[in-house]
């Protein structure tokens, strides 16, 4: 698959060939769908707590005697009915971690990188550099980029501070290192921007025709 390669302002000055295997591939919604859930899943901290009726303070004295009160008969004020009370079945601290293997985890990473695209979804600039950090020329890229308005992931091939100070403050775009996907970026943003070097890095831990 041939796509253009276009500079900061938008104008196509070359064509790049992206390798089949990583962005040519048949989709795996399922694969893609289990990665999701992994992910969402890994990143729940499981500590919610609570305590039971023997964690609960007090409650060591039966409140009233056994028969003669014309009540209902009560072993502990710190019983699950009463307020102030034990939880039943409440949450204790656990965790929510899903295991999935590298070859699976990997081929959902092809599947939405074929999604995109397949969607004319990726753009490929010849360079991003920027010579300090300035929003509005971030603003202004992603306008010449017809990226505007919609959700925009940068795929970084090293730490660029300027670029990463330049995004910070839009709502709508967030840059990671390339090295670093994952298929909640991928599949949370509307366009993948990357720069060739990108490119290279994303084909080189996923191809599988080597």
């Known amino acids: 698959m041939r796509v253009p390669v276009v500079n900061m302002a938008g104008e196509t000055v070359d064509e790049i060939e992206l390798n089949d295997s990583v962005f040519g591939i048949e989709p795996s919604a399922a694969v893609m769908h289990q990665a999701l859930l ?59 971690a899903q295991k999935m293997n590298r070859k699976m985890r990997r081929l959902a990473l092809r599947s939405a990188l074929s ?21 509005r020329e971030m603003r202004n890229m992603l306008a010449s980029l017809r990226v505007g308005g919609s959700s925009a992931l940068f795929l970084l091939p090293q ?27 991928l599949l949370g943003y509307d366009y993948i921007v990357m720069p060739r070097e990108s490119v290279e890095q994303i084909v080189g831990f996923l191809r599988t025709d080597q």
């Open 159 to 185: 730490r660029n501070e300027n670029v990463e100070l330049s995004a910070r403050n839009l709502q709508q775009v967030k840059t990671v290192n390339a090295q670093m996907l994952s298929i909640r970026d």
């Open 38 to 96: 992994r992910q969402l899943a890994n990143a729940r901290l499981g500590t919610a707590s609570t305590k039971t009726r023997s964690e609960v303070a007090g409650g060591g004295r039966k409140p009233w005697r056994q028969k003669g009160t014309g009540r209902a008969r009560q072993g502990s004020i710190r019983a699950t009915h009463w307020k102030g009370g034990g939880v039943t079945f409440g949450p204790k601290p656990r965790s929510y």
């Open 115 to 135: 999604v995109k695209a397949a969607d004319e979804q990726i753009i490929v600039l010849d360079q991003l550099s920027m010579d300090a950090p300035r929003t």
